[in-house]
């Protein structure tokens, strides 16, 4: 009873204004309000840069948004999140990104980023356990969050099976 729909999370607020979906799943660097919807927020994750576990950035704890001027991204599309929190975040120092690369899915970006192709801007939450790659946190006063939220609209008034694969998403923790 459920017809998902993938597109990146900058089309899933189109798709449920335009009434294409009833119920989106997204992330964005700000929380989402708007009245119209029943919003929910599923997870919070700072953006952190991820480099191959031997680059001599892998000893750093925390660096400064500065210190990403001279490093070689993999990136995605410009419409997907992650790469649109990158340059915001080098928008605030008046820089942009060297961007070398750009990855069709996360996974490749990852993979990159292992062979020591480049580094990657990505929420801290999508690189749990990942092996071969070291992940560094950027300053206190300089982070940037990915908020994951689920918005319904208000109008949608779903049946028992919807409502039931709702509630999972909605408790859904990865």
């Known amino acids: 009873m459920l017809n998902p729909t993938f597109v990146p999370s900058s089309s899933a607020l189109e798709y449920l204004s335009a ?8 992330s964005w660097n700000v929380p989402f309000n708007d009245p119209k919807y029943f919003l929910r927020t599923l997870q919070i994750t700072d953006f952190v840069l991820i480099v191959k576990s031997d680059s001599p950035l892998a000893n750093e704890d925390n660096i400064s948004i500065n210190r990403l001027r001279d490093l070689e991204f993999i990136a995605r599309d410009h419409k997907y999140l992650t790469t649109e929190a990158l340059m915001e ?22 993979s990159l980023v292992q062979r020591g192709m480049g ?7 999508r690189i749990k356990g990942i092996s071969g ?16 939220q689920i918005a319904m609209r ?3 008034i779903p ?16």
């Open 19 to 26: 009434g294409k979906v009833d119920v989106a799943v997204y």
């Open 89 to 110: 975040t080098c928008r605030t120092e008046d820089f942009q990104p060297n961007i070398i690369y750009m990855a069709n899915t996360l996974e490749l970006m990852i």
């Open 119 to 125: 580094v990657a801007f990505i929420p801290e939450s």
């Open 133 to 148: 790659i070291a992940i560094i946190h950027f300053n206190e006063s300089q982070r940037m969050h990915s908020y994951s």
């Open 154 to 156: 208000k109008s949608f």
């Open 159 to 174: 049946n028992k099976y919807q409502r039931k694969g709702i509630d999972i998403l909605s408790n859904f923790r990865k």
